[in-house]
């Protein structure tokens, strides 16, 4: 059974940072492509960044290029997603999802976490 399992989430001023994990278990880690998404309330949910299988090539939304940064250790079966200068409007649920081949569109992927919310105040 495939488990995703994101942590590191809380509330954090304006300006500040947080480093969210994904445990991964019950898959294969490093062949898997990875991604983190965010749904804001009453907003559709969208993407943030992958990662390829080996960590070697990573993708960004544009609008959100430079304050976050994927990454893995394929050894611990973790993802990780930093984010710095953090907004009000980062204020969100951050998703991990596992996927074949690392792209924006969250119909291609596999499996999915439960979420850990990220709330920024001002």
């Known amino acids: 059974q495939v488990q995703l399992v994101e942590s590191g989430g809380g509330l954090v001023q304006a300006g500040g940072s947080l480093r969210l994990s994904c445990a991964a278990s019950?898959?294969?880690?490093?062949?898997?492509?990875m991604g983190w998404f965010r749904q804001a309330p009453g907003k559709e949910r969208e993407f943030v960044a992958a990662i390829a299988p080996s960590g070697g090539a990573k993708y960004y939304a544009d609008a959100l290029k430079g304050r976050f940064t994927i990454s893995r250790d394929n050894a611990k079966n973790t993802l990780y997603l930093q984010i710095d200068s953090l907004k009000p409007e980062d204020t969100a649920v951050y998703y991990c999802?596992?996927?074949?081949?690392?792209?924006?569109?969250?119909?291609?992927?596999?499996?999915w976490g439960q979420g850990t919310q990220v709330t920024v105040s001002s």
């Open positions: 999802a596992a996927t074949l081949r690392p792209n924006p569109r969250d119909t291609e992927y596999n499996y």
């Open positions: 019950g898959l294969t880690f490093s062949a898997y492509g």
